[in-house]
């Protein structure tokens, strides 16, 4: 059976749509700024975020992108907010933050302050920032939030809204009898999904979804494009039972109910097999992986400036010593420039392979400062100098400068500045305290011949931990694939790190970000994989210069 959506007003879509990323920041940072952040602003922000969903949906039914996935998250952590502000403030403190606007806010508990109950949620906003929990797959992270806020609402007279409150959170929290047992009409529809879930009974699913759909949203705004109950039921049938909805409809977009799902080539980790549709459609030729734009590329202002910059550190004013900080600073200034270079070309100019020589002798040569002995000199080479500069080990020869140095030399393929990268490893300086740090241990000891499978493990258990979280995870299961010496895995995983790369520059403006034409850490590991495997890189893209990559086969 097919519905189609309703209607709505194309002028209130066209304007959810317009400029939504200023829109968006210049929303928030002026709640922040005109005080306490309450359960009101938080559900303003949240719909915000559903009707540019909503109006996404216009275009895209399934809403299988990058973009929505990104707009669902947020969406689901503001709604979550208001329930949050509900629960805890002033009493207890909590977080939240949206990645899209890359804006946060934190309450600490406030002693001698009484809760407001202007600042309490309905049954309806609750129920509303359930399902979008539900469908970001955020419930268990926020159960308790959930629990203390239905306990504080408001006393309502019994409404099917309440029910569906109730409903859920006993489904959910207190494995009791749903609302609604001992009455003597027949339940709600959605309460008769939810007890066809918990038993088991998908006919009975499918009839209470459909009755809901049939009930038809209300409203002309965008959002109204996207039930929340229904699409939440539709989630968790998917994902409990993978039940699909016997309903055709738009109502019910394909990447909110099985939780941005794709049928594309996903690796799995450390021996698993891969999928073999993914398999054959790298076995029919490269597969190419576009850059999202659009890009930014360099003027000669700017590449002037960032040059200038560089030679300005490596070559302090008479009677100024250099140091070890001059160094950092100028393999800094590289990367920037590379990554802007990167975006003006496909392949590698001349003037990248360049960025790319200095940066891995910027970084050997920190590197080489770090391991002296303290109160000793090093004596380095840069761009054809020999420089003298004091021992040093401090916070600037951080694990991250660590990991950013190796992916140099990895490309450049370089052995000598290999060298004093592996002697060091990354935390010769300083503890590693991030979520990182478990991939660049594995990455050390494989470079060194010790057994990296310990550490990629606890690697890859972390990114499973971090996913999600707003910034890009390190490669981990490129890096496993490369441990598992197999080839196809290893381009499969390429290519899911190569679209994991681009989806995430694909939102908002990321696009214009420094890192977005180029990831060092990916072109790292597949240069590698040539040159240490003689492996074929089966995926085309600006992302991997075919000259980088011819370079390193040759090697």
Not at 340 to 363: E, F, M, Q, W
Not at 535 to 550: K, N
Request: aromatic fraction near 8%; proline fraction near 8%; charged fraction near 25%.
């Amino acid at each position: 059976m097919r519905i189609e959506r309703h209607q709505v007003d194309e002028e209130r879509v066209a304007r959810a749509r317009e400029d939504f990323v200023d829109r968006i920041g210049r929303q928030v940072h002026s709640y922040s700024r005109a005080g306490l952040m309450t359960t009101t602003e938080w559900q303003l922000i949240a719909d915000s975020f559903l009707d540019y969903l909503g109006a996404l949906s216009t275009t895209r039914p399934d809403l299988g992108c990058a973009e929505a996935r990104a707009v669902l998250k947020d969406a689901a952590e503001a709604a979550v907010g208001a329930v949050s502000f509900a629960a805890y403030y002033p009493h207890d403190g909590f977080h939240v933050f949206l990645d899209y606007p890359n804006f946060g806010m934190s309450y600490a508990r406030e002693d001698g302050q009484d809760r407001d109950p202007h600042h309490l949620v309905t049954a309806r906003e609750w129920l509303d920032a359930f399902c979008l929990a539900i469908v970001a797959d955020t419930v268990s992270a926020h159960g308790e939030a959930f629990c203390w806020a239905r306990q504080l609402m408001p006393d309502e007279p019994v409404t099917p809204t309440l029910e569906l409150v109730d409903g859920f959170a006993a489904h959910f929290f207190e494995e009791a009898e749903l609302p609604g047992a001992d009455a003597g009409a027949e339940p709600q529809p959605g309460l008769r999904a939810l007890r066809a879930l918990t038993v088991g009974d998908r006919e009975a699913f499918d009839a209470a979804l459909l009755a809901l759909l049939q009930e038809g949203p209300h409203g002309t705004g965008p959002r109204s494009l996207l039930p929340l109950v229904p699409i939440a039921l539709a989630a968790l049938a998917y994902r409990t039972h993978g039940w699909t909805a016997a309903v055709d409809t738009d109502y019910l977009p394909r990447a909110l109910v099985t939780g941005f799902e794709t049928p594309g080539p996903r690796v799995r980790a450390l021996g698993r097999d891969p999928r073999p549709d993914a398999v054959a459609r790298l076995a029919a030729g490269p597969v190419d992986v576009e850059r999202p734009g659009p890009l930014r590329p360099p003027t000669p202002d700017d590449e002037a400036w960032f040059e200038r910059r560089t030679r300005e550190v490596l070559t302090p004013k008479e009677g100024e010593p250099l140091d070890a900080w001059d160094l950092t600073a100028a393999l800094g200034y590289q990367t920037h420039l590379l990554a802007a270079r990167a975006s003006a070309s496909a392949d590698a100019t001349d003037a990248l392979l360049g960025n790319l020589r200095l940066g891995s002798r910027l970084g050997a040569a920190a590197f080489r400062v770090a391991l002296a002995e303290p109160g000793t000199e090093a004596e380095v080479t840069v761009d054809g100098r020999t420089l003298r500069l004091p021992a040093c080990r401090d916070r600037a020869f951080g694990p991250a400068l660590w990991e950013t140095a190796l992916s140099y030399a990895l490309v450049t393929g370089s052995a000598e500045d290999l060298e004093p990268l592996v002697a060091a490893g990354p935390t010769i300086a300083t503890e590693d305290p991030s979520p990182f740090a478990p991939y660049r241990t594995a990455l050390h000891d494989h470079l060194r011949g010790a057994d990296p499978l310990p550490a990629t493990e606890r690697a890859l258990e972390q990114v499973e931990r971090t996913r999600d979280k707003g910034f890009p995870p390190p490669p981990v299961v490129l890096f496993s694939q490369l441990l598992r010496g197999d080839e196809t895995s290893f381009n499969l995983a390429l290519l899911d790190a190569l679209e994991a790369h681009r989806d995430h520059h694909s939102v908002a403006d990321r696009a214009a970000e420094p890192g977005a034409a180029l990831n060092l850490g990916i072109l790292a590991l597949a240069c590698h994989a040539r040159r240490s495997r003689g492996w074929a890189v089966r995926v085309r893209s600006p992302y991997l210069p075919a000259r980088l990559l011819e370079a390193a086969g040759r090697a």
